[in-house]
Nanobody, 122 residues
Framework: QVQLVESGGGLVQVGAALRLSCAIP???????VGWFRQAPGKERVFVAA????????YYADFVKGRFIISGDNPKTTVYLQMNDLQSEDTAVYYC????????????????WGRGTQVTVRR
């Protein structure tokens, strides 16, 4: 069982920045890694992903230009740098992994962390 561990969430004001971290077990250091988020009462949605090589990065339209995903290859930690946070970014953020990048549907990704809460207040 893959154990992905997220950290770095918290309570911030609008316009602030946070950096989330996802610790990757050694056995899965060459997997693709993604970030999803889920707001209360809403579905889990794709935020960003990095390919297993680390060369390709993918972003949801609503975070382009604000969020940056990064990670070395082999991966020990994958980061999600979140800048200019807005109230609508409030959600639980989940790290996920799979052998290859599998797109924007959460059901396509096999392994998940437990999430970290991000709350953005005005």
């Amino acid at each position: 069982q893959v154990q992905l561990v997220e950290s770095g969430g918290g309570l911030v004001q609008v316009g602030a920045a946070l950096r989330l971290s996802c610790a990757i077990p050694a056995a899965y250091s060459e997997y693709a890694v993604g970030w999803f988020r889920q707001a209360p009462g809403k579905e889990r949605v794709f935020v960003a992903a990095i390919s297993w090589t680390g060369k390709d990065k993918y972003y949801a339209d609503f975070v382009k230009g604000r969020f940056i995903i990064s990670g070395d290859n082999p991966k020990t930690t994958v980061y999600l740098q979140m800048n200019d946070l807005q109230s609508e970014d409030t959600a639980v953020y989940y790290c996920t992994a799979d052998e290859y990048y599998t797109g924007h549907y959460s059901s396509n990704w096999d392994y998940w962390g437990r999430g970290t809460q991000v709350t953005v207040r005005r």
